[in-house]
């Protein structure tokens, strides 16, 4: 199947600094990448749609200048938290389309902990 | 109400027990079913996709959709230790690009 990796696994920060996510497809193409959040015991939430070349559709609450999303190629798409908060630590999952089978793939997701 | 319903368990089973998860969902306009496995501190892994109403299987895995009573349902037969996971029922209308998820469905097989 697919692969799609996330870049850190974990990562503790303290609150006011900014922390960058990296989402990568590494055996296709994804012109289409999703970034979601996840509380514990809880589904996915849809953060943003991120899509290559163009700017990233948020969604309904979501703070786009806390959550900025560069999908610079076709292969990486990047998700910042600004200005990180206590309320920010949660579970951030990226996914990418795979056009052949219209199937989205997701990461194994990345602990962002927020002191 | 929200769109995708699932009963968030947990579900516990004895090894070997056949397991039933189920999803109900309330736009008809969704055409496209999926069921995810996702594994503690880990990313969701597409485990069957289908299309519109009918079955289909996979290995111990089989999924339905009845989209008459707007439920979609994934048995796992001969369920092994290694099935314990968190599951989560999408579906999706246009293409797999907008995603509902269902809450996930907890499932614990005991050896």
């Known amino acids: 199947g697919a692969v799609v990796s996330q870049h850190p696994s974990r990562v503790i920060c303290k609150s006011g600094t900014s922390v960058k996510i990296e989402c990568r497809s590494l055996?296709?193409?994804?012109?289409?990448m999703f970034w979601y959040r996840q509380f514990p015991k809880k589904s996915l939430m849809l953060m943003a749609t991120s899509n290559e070349g163009s700017k990233a559709t948020y969604e309904q609450g979501v703070e786009k200048d806390k959550f900025l999303i560069n999908h610079a190629s076709l292969t990486l798409s990047t998700l910042t938290v600004t200005s990180a908060h206590p309320e920010d630590s949660s579970f951030y999952i990226c996914?990418?389309?795979?056009?052949?089978?219209?199937?989205?793939?997701f990461g194994p997701g990345t602990r962002l902990t927020v002191l | 109400q929200k769109e995708v319903e699932q009963d968030p368990g947990p579900l516990s089973v004895p090894e070997g027990a056949i397991v039933s998860l189920n999803c109900t969902y309330s736009?008809?306009?969704?055409?496209?079913f999926m069921w995810y496995r996702q594994y503690s501190r880990k990313g969701p892994e597409l485990l069957m996709y289908t299309y519109s109403s009918g079955n289909k299987e996979d290995g111990r895995f089989t999924a339905q959709v009845d989209k008459s009573s707007k439920y979609i349902s994934l048995f796992i037969r001969d369920s092994q230790p290694s099935d314990s996971a968190t599951y989560l029922c999408a579906t999706a209308s246009g293409s797999a690009r907008q995603l509902t998820f269902g809450s996930g469905t907890q499932l614990t097989v005991l050896p």
């Open positions: 055996d296709f193409q994804a012109t289409t």
């Open positions: 996914s990418a389309i795979r056009e052949v089978s219209d199937t989205q793939y």
């Open positions: 736009n008809s306009a969704f055409q496209y």
